[in-house]
């Protein structure tokens, strides 16, 4: 009797002990949210996700088959976002709810829907979908793009997730769908996961990135497909967010990415230090620009890898930046200019800026295929050093009317591009280049191309 009731309590006890906020389920519907498709479901959801914080963390569920409009969602800690397969939370048209800037005092950058600060424990899971409503926020439709609305010192059109010093971050199987500015933003974030998302953006819409990693460290993205207007994934270090520092430990593995600017970019913004990064088993495919550097303010770019990929890019229009360069090394200082936010791209009381050193950086096992080829240079030869490009075999072939023979500086100071340059590995200014195995194959249309300038 005594040994029963032992194992009673001890049961009991055991049950106690493994008892996590993941048990606790806050369904969206039970706090009034309809997800009609028509109805602004925004107070609805935040009273759930409210409801879910104040129990100290849980499961808040989107349910299957519904959609949910909504504007501005502030997110809590320890709770896993969960959105069930055919269910869809829907970006608010209406410009005017958004209204928290995505980039503090400065305004002109885009403002934020779904948003979190200070938080750990979250994540957001399930096979339903995210939509940003892109298109809403467009002006009239373009051959190669969306007009942008004008915009003075403000832009309206909402990020769709962006978390600002975050921890212990996952992101899941869930589809993301266009965005009308930057998808997935993370700022000053730690330890982040990625595996397994759907990101699939407009094309035709200008800034709509797909995963922007700023200022943030250990960050692991795995097995995504990427589609974006601008680029897929990309590394930086903002000024408007300077006090969260470096931007280190980033892999990213096993990818496929379509972009109309740069499929994999490190900058523009850049004004710390980005390193110790690894691109490994990707594929960039229908891309403007395939791997880019583009270092144009006084942070640095230093011990990055990109191994066994396969990079395939051709030319656009010059609303994207970028000229086909499969491959794309540069420090650059940035250009002044009178852009919506042009007073936060120089360091505080200054006119101009300066650009940092890019250095230790290696090419291994790439495959290229493009109307152009690759392309390394820097404002003087000490800003580009110890570039190693080790079996990188290129391609070139042509297969639009743009014309050729010209690589994109943008944005520069001084002339944005170089043209009449026929060579697969163009280095223009640089020390410590190495080219081991590289090898250039041209179809008819490209002969007057030579291997390389050195």
């Given at each position: 009797?005594?040994?029963?009731l032992?194992?009673?309590?001890?049961?009991?006890?055991?049950?106690?002990?493994?008892?996590?906020?993941?048990?606790f389920?806050?369904?969206?519907?039970?706090?009034?949210?309809?997800?009609?498709?028509?109805?602004?479901?925004?107070?609805?959801?935040?009273?759930?996700?409210?409801?879910?914080s104040?129990?100290?963390?849980?499961?808040?569920?989107f349910?299957?088959g519904y959609?949910?409009?909504?504007g501005?969602?502030?997110?809590?800690?320890?709770?896993?976002?969960?959105?069930?397969?055919?269910?869809?939370?829907?970006?608010?048209?209406?410009?005017?709810v958004?209204?928290i800037?995505?980039?503090?005092?400065?305004?002109?950058?885009?403002?934020?829907w779904?948003?979190?600060?200070?938080?750990?424990?979250?994540?957001f899971?399930?096979?339903?979908?995210?939509?940003?409503?892109?298109?809403?926020?467009?002006?009239?439709e373009?051959?190669?793009?969306?007009?942008?609305?004008p915009?003075?010192?403000?832009?309206p059109?909402?990020?769709?997730?962006?978390?600002?010093n975050?921890?212990k971050v996952?992101m899941?199987?869930?589809?993301?769908?266009?965005?009308?500015?930057?998808?997935?933003?993370?700022?000053?974030?730690?330890?982040?996961?990625?595996?397994?998302?759907?990101?699939?953006n407009?094309?035709k819409?200008?800034?709509?990135?797909?995963?922007?990693?700023?200022h943030?460290?250990?960050v692991?993205?795995?097995?995504c497909f990427?589609?974006?207007?601008?680029?897929?994934?990309?590394?930086?270090?903002r000024r408007e967010?300077?006090?969260?520092?470096?931007?280190?430990d980033?892999?990213?593995?096993?990818?496929?990415?379509?972009?109309?600017?740069?499929a994999?970019?490190?900058?523009?913004?850049?004004?710390?230090?980005?390193?110790?990064?690894?691109?490994?088993?990707?594929i960039i495919?229908?891309?403007n620009?395939g791997?880019?550097i583009?270092?144009?303010?006084?942070?640095?770019?230093?011990?990055?890898?990109f191994?066994?990929?396969?990079?395939?890019?051709?030319?656009?229009?010059d609303?994207?930046?970028?000229?086909?360069?499969p491959?794309?090394?540069?420090?650059?200082?940035?250009?002044k200019?009178?852009?919506?936010?042009?007073?936060?791209?120089?360091?505080?009381?200054?006119s101009?800026?300066?650009c940092?050193?890019?250095?230790?950086?290696?090419?291994?096992?790439?495959?290229c295929?493009?109307e152009?080829?690759?392309?390394?240079?820097?404002?003087?030869?000490d800003?580009?050093?110890?570039?190693?490009?080790?079996?990188?075999?290129?391609?070139l072939?042509?297969?639009?009317?743009?014309?050729?023979?010209?690589?994109?500086?943008?944005?520069?100071?001084?002339?944005?591009?170089?043209?009449d340059k026929?060579?697969?590995?163009?280095?223009?200014?640089?020390?410590?280049?190495?080219l081991?195995?590289?090898?250039?194959i041209?179809?008819?249309?490209?002969?007057?191309?030579?291997?390389?300038?050195?």
């Amino acid at each position: 009797m005594f040994r029963f009731l032992y194992l009673v309590v001890v049961l009991a006890l055991s049950s106690c002990v493994n008892h996590t906020h993941s048990d606790f389920v806050f369904n969206v519907l039970d706090y009034g949210a309809v997800g009609n498709g028509k109805s602004d479901d925004t107070q609805a959801i935040q009273n759930a996700i409210n409801a879910c914080s104040r129990n100290g963390g849980g499961k808040l569920v989107f349910p299957k088959g519904y959609t949910f409009i909504s504007g501005p969602i502030e997110l809590y800690s320890n709770i896993e976002y969960h959105f069930e397969a055919e269910t869809r939370l829907l970006a608010n048209p209406d410009e005017s709810v958004y209204k928290i800037s995505a980039f503090g005092e400065n305004e002109g950058e885009g403002m934020m829907w779904i948003y979190g600060k200070d938080l750990k424990n979250i994540s957001f899971t399930g096979f339903g979908t995210i939509d940003g409503n892109g298109v809403s926020f467009m002006g009239e439709e373009l051959s190669d793009s969306y007009e942008l609305k004008p915009v003075t010192d403000f832009d309206p059109r909402p990020h769709v997730l962006t978390l600002i010093n975050s921890e212990k971050v996952v992101m899941r199987d869930i589809n993301i769908r266009n965005s009308a500015y930057w998808t997935v933003h993370l700022v000053g974030c730690n330890d982040v996961v990625i595996d397994g998302i759907s990101l699939l953006n407009n094309l035709k819409i200008r800034n709509g990135d797909g995963i922007d990693i700023d200022h943030s460290k250990n960050v692991r993205i795995s097995n995504c497909f990427i589609e974006s207007g601008d680029d897929c994934i990309c590394l930086k270090n903002r000024r408007e967010f300077e006090e969260y520092g470096v931007c280190e430990d980033i892999v990213v593995t096993n990818c496929i990415m379509t972009s109309r600017s740069c499929a994999v970019k490190i900058g523009s913004e850049n004004v710390d230090s980005i390193r110790r990064v690894t691109f490994d088993n990707c594929i960039i495919r229908n891309s403007n620009r395939g791997i880019g550097i583009q270092n144009r303010d006084e942070g640095t770019v230093s011990d990055v890898l990109f191994s066994n990929m396969i990079v395939d890019c051709h030319f656009f229009s010059d609303v994207w930046w970028g000229k086909s360069e499969p491959i794309y090394i540069t420090s650059y200082s940035r250009a002044k200019g009178n852009h919506k936010d042009a007073g936060w791209r120089f360091p505080k009381g200054a006119s101009e800026g300066k650009c940092g050193n890019v250095s230790d950086i290696i090419f291994q096992n790439i495959s290229c295929t493009s109307e152009n080829g690759v392309f390394i240079g820097g404002e003087t030869k000490d800003k580009i050093k110890r570039i190693t490009l080790n079996n990188v075999n290129l391609k070139l072939r042509r297969i639009t009317d743009y014309p050729g023979a010209v690589y994109d500086k943008r944005p520069c100071k001084d002339s944005p591009f170089i043209s009449d340059k026929k060579f697969g590995f163009f280095i223009d200014e640089a020390t410590d280049v190495n080219l081991i195995n590289c090898d250039i194959i041209k179809d008819s249309s490209m002969s007057e191309y030579q291997f390389s300038n050195r």
